[in-house]
């Protein structure tokens, strides 16, 4: 309180001492409010704003980010361990040819506008995901499929052209999520889904609103959360001081590294340094001079020092890769020894390339942080071996989705990929990397149709090392997941089998 209203002899007169007391007694009550309302309510902040709340219409992982296992949900869902287990799909059969899968479905499910969910509505969203104008980012998937039939409302039958191992698991992520043909339209700006939170306002620029669905089909598992709101903070600085002032209550993905031991040592907070799907990797335009050379590609990939670079970029904290696949995922082979750090022989494949007096491209850089410092450390080690690589920022997403990711207008560029087991992409016809290799797509095809676990295995092994030697792209690094938040809170994901932010078991400790 102001000390203006203190007469000359320093004590208030007793009407104004009583309503001193008032008002200091309605701040405490106001300040246990706030505190009481904090128990059901929670702010999330991420580096990213999505650009739509629908992903099955869109790529960037921030939209999931908000609205898998939140708004959304799916026949199946990857849990916390990166298991499938099911979700509006309550069990399942798969034929012995591994062709027809058979999908018993939960009873009494609805969506946020009361729309009924059945076999019909799954029948749609796949029908809808695999149609010829999808958009849907896990269409190479959905394509698999021969036809999806609802012989009644709690049966569902997908019969595949070829046999998919991953299905199931690709069932459960982000892209495949139900949606309604009659909110599928308007899910961009309006999300509504079957999930445990319904989709409350959007303030672009700022921050989504959740509220609790009072509605929610799986009682078992109805969130402690009366609210969620998602703000969002491109500034690492920013990113720590909203922390350290309350304003959010926590930072799954923190972006600040350098700041994160302050954190760590803070007893207000939780720290947590977890596993992520995000590989960092520098891709280049593999249908275009220099890259369409092998010798470049691998000399580049020999000019860079991953440890190195892991520490300049990302204070220490990553894990080097020599391939696109990551240690949490079945099946990986450490491959960074194939094209190991060796600037002399780097300057000696580009001499043979015909670039023994230098050579000169451009990389697009999203404009986020981790990217931009990793950039800049790579332009400083390829400059060791004759090469010059100006740096060109370029707009996340808007801009780099439209001129790298579709138009393919571009020399290399720096980017997360952050979907599992993804090495489907470099099987794509028109992925952005425009890399064609049939001994590549002839390996994945068959590693996905194999039935075996063990031959599965085996030819999972042989496409990352096929990607190592060929270079699509120079394989940096995974990023880690430097979670910060409230110690009070419990129930957030410490590692990232999916990119999301699952809200559905977290909660205040009393």
């Known amino acids: 309180m102001a000390i203006s209203a203190i007469g000359k002899s320093g004590v208030l007169p007793f009407g104004r001492r009583l309503a001193a007391r008032l008002l200091l007694a309605a701040g405490l009550v106001a300040a ?29 992982v921030s939209i999931g980010q908000v609205t898998w296992q939140n708004v959304f949900e799916g026949l199946t869902r990857i849990d916390r361990d990166g298991k499938v287990q099911p979700q509006l799909a309550k069990s399942w059969t798969i034929s012995s040819d591994g062709l027809v899968y058979r999908f018993a479905l939960q009873d009494g499910v609805a969506f946020h506008d ?19 104008k999808s958009t849907n980012p896990q269409k190479q998937f959905v394509e698999a499929i021969t036809s999806v039939e609802a012989p009644d409302a709690g049966t569902l039958v997908v019969t595949l052209k070829r046999p ?26 309006t999300p509504i889904g079957t999930g445990p939170f319904r989709f409350k306002s959007w303030a672009k620029g700022d921050k989504v609103e959740l509220e609790r669905n009072p509605a929610y089909w799986n009682k078992a598992k109805s969130p402690a959360l009366v609210s969620a709101t998602f703000r969002f903070l491109p500034d690492p600085q920013a990113q720590a001081a909203a922390l350290k002032a309350g304003d959010v209550d926590a930072f799954p993905e923190f972006s600040a590294p ?7 040592k803070d ?5 947590k340094v977890g596993n992520t799907e995000l590989k960092m990797v520098a891709g280049m335009n593999n249908a275009q001079k220099p890259f369409d050379d092998i010798r470049v590609r691998r000399a ?7 440890k190195a670079l892991v520490e300049g970029a990302w204070s220490g904290f990553g894990t080097p890769i020599g391939s696109h696949y990551t240690p949490n995922d079945p099946g990986f082979v450490d491959l960074t020894g194939v094209l190991p750090y060796d600037p002399a022989k780097a300057k000696a494949l580009l001499a043979e390339a015909g670039y023994g007096k230098g050579l000169t491209f451009t990389l697009k850089m999203p404009q986020m942080a981790y990217l931009s410092r990793s950039a800049e450390v790579l332009q400083a080690m390829f400059a060791d071996v004759g090469v010059t690589m100006n740096l060109v920022p370029t707009e996340f997403p808007a801009k780099w989705v439209q001129e790298v990711f579709k138009d393919k207008a571009y020399d290399m560029s720096i980017m997360t990929h952050a979907e599992p087991l993804d090495l489907d992409i470099y099987a794509r016809d028109n992925y952005y990397f425009n890399y064609n290799s049939p001994k590549f797509r002839d390996t994945y095809n068959a590693a996905n149709a194999a039935t075996d676990p063990a031959e599965r295995t085996r030819l999972i092994g042989e496409a990352q090392r096929i990607l190592a ?14 979670g910060v938040w ?25």
């Open 258 to 264: 350098e700041l994160y031991g302050a954190f760590q």
């Open 32 to 60: 246990a409010s706030g505190a009481e309302a904090a128990k059901d309510r929670l702010v999330v902040g991420m580096p990213v704003e999505p650009t739509g709340l629908d992903p099955t219409i869109a790529a960037p």
């Open 486 to 510: 409230s110690a009070k809170l419990e129930g957030m994901w410490e590692n990232e089998p999916v990119p999301s932010n699952d809200l559905t078991d977290v909660r205040w400790r009393e």
């Open 469 to 482: 030697e060929e270079v699509p792209a120079l394989y940096l690094f995974v990023m880690p997941k430097l």
């Open 300 to 306: 580049l990939m020999m000019a860079v020092d991953r």
């Open 164 to 189: 998919s191992s991953d299905l199931l698991y690709r069932l459960g992520m982000p892209a495949a999520v139900m949606v309604a043909s009659s909110s599928a339209e308007a899910n961009r700006t």
């Open 114 to 132: 009361g729309t009924p969910f059945d076999a019909s509505v799954a029948k749609f969203a796949l029908d809808r995901a695999r149609g010829e």
């Open 267 to 271: 007893k207000n907070f939780t720290t």
